[in-house]
Each structure stands twice: as C-alpha cells, then as structure tokens.
C-alpha cells in the first residue's frame, strides 16, 4: 500500500514537470514571435498616423493662418520634429522586426523607410520629408523630440505665409 501511494505521487510528480517543460517549451517558440508581431504592428500603425499627419499639412496649405489640430499616439519609440532637415521622424530602437532590408531606403509613399542592423535587434526609422519650412513653436533652429506617454500628443499644425520662396508650416504642441 505505501509503495503504490509512493508511486502515485511520483507520478505526479513527473507528470507535472512534464508539463511545465512542455509550457517554457512552447512559450521560448513563441514569445520572439509574438514581440516581432507587436513591434510590426506598431510601425504600421505609426505609418499611418504619419500619413494622417501628412494629410493635415497639405490641408492647410492653401491659404496663410489655416490650423488643424492632430492627435498622436505613441506608445513606443519616438517622434522627432525635424526643424533643422525640415523634416518629421519616427525612430524605433530595440525593434524585434527586421521591416526592409536593412541599409537599403524603402519608400512607402511619401515615407521612407530605413532598417539598421543591430547587434540583435533593428533600428527602424520612418522619415517624412518636406519642401516646406517646418518649425516646431516657431523654431527652425532645432529637432524636438517627443518619448512614449500613455496619453495621445495633441499637435496643432499653421501655415505662416511663405518666408523667402518656402511656406512656412509651424508645429505645437498643445493640450
């Protein structure tokens, strides 16, 4: 009787740890899979916002004073006003997904697209160039910077007239 009560429990046992090993098994498989999956679909969505943010720009550029406000999530990475290059990015460091090839510029509309090949992981920037003067808060002598917050940016975007043979499209922040 105690040796078939023994043999129970080691059963048991055994069977458990089976188990746990089969779980950390298929959670090693998975787990890189499921962070590229999240980190693609965070440059996707970030695509989109920027052609959103595009979009308002050209809204505005018909006349002098037009202003269009836009919100802008980002929960990861960061988005840079560009003033010195006259530009918008965002830059993705850390990323688990290799999205082009790295070194090589994609152009998906008018965003372009670059992948740096890090010791394990990428860096993925998205760029969106301008003809125009950006500013950001009437500055054009700087690049700001805005991190992840668990609250969308509030940005509001005014075309300034022209300044020399460029229209000047400032960009604030705003609450």
Known sequence: MINRRGQIWVETVIYTLIGLALIGLVLAILTPQIKEFRDRSVIEQTIESLNTFDSKII????APGNKRKITFRLDKGEIIVDSLNDQLKYVLDESNVRYSEPGVSL???RINVTTEELTEKYKITLSLPYVYNITYDGSDRSSEVFSPVSIPYEFFVE?????GNKIWIDI???S
């Open 172 to 174: 604030t922040e705003g």
């Open 59 to 62: 809204e505005i550029l018909d």
């Open 107 to 109: 152009s998906l509309g």
């Open 159 to 163: 075309n300034r007239g022209k300044v």
